[in-house]
């Protein structure tokens, strides 16, 4: 059983800058696809970005290409998302992703799907503020 655990978020003003966190319990954590989700109040849980086994491959939502960054560091079993720009619609639970079904992958389109993905964070909260 893998547990995921995400920090790094907070309150910040509009033009501001998060850096999100998340920590994986995995010992295999290097073989597989990370990926960034996000739900706001009353809306569908959607894609953010996703990373691959490697760093080699990213992948990002329209809406942050430009303004967020994920990596990942296999040594710490962390994956992170860099969030700069910030705007009030990016306000959020935002939860890290784990595919553990696909190993040693390339990141495609496919896994905008949370469907991809098997194992999830219990979130952490983003507010940015006008």
């Known amino acids: 059983q893998v547990q995921l655990v995400e920090s790094g978020g907070g309150l910040v003003q509009a033009g501001g800058s998060l850096r999100l966190s998340c920590a994986a319990s995995?010992?295999?954590?290097?073989?597989?696809?990370m990926g960034w989700f996000r739900q706001a109040p009353g809306k569908e849980r959607e894609f953010v970005a996703s990373?691959?086994?490697?760093?080699?491959?990213?992948y990002y939502a329209d809406s942050v290409k430009g303004r967020f960054t994920i990596s990942r560091d296999n040594v710490k079993n962390t994956v992170y998302l860099q969030m700069n720009s910030l705007k009030p619609e990016d306000t959020a639970v935002y939860y890290c992703?784990?595919?553990?079904?696909?190993?040693?992958?390339?990141?495609?389109?496919?896994?905008?799907?949370?469907?991809?993905?098997?194992?999830w964070g219990q979130g952490t909260q983003v507010t940015v503020s006008s």
């Open positions: 992703a784990m595919d553990t079904k696909r190993s040693l992958v390339s990141v495609t389109t496919a896994y905008k799907d949370k469907s991809m993905y098997d194992f």
């Open positions: 995995s010992r295999t954590f290097n073989r597989y696809t």
């Open positions: 990373i691959s086994w490697s760093g080699g491959t990213t």
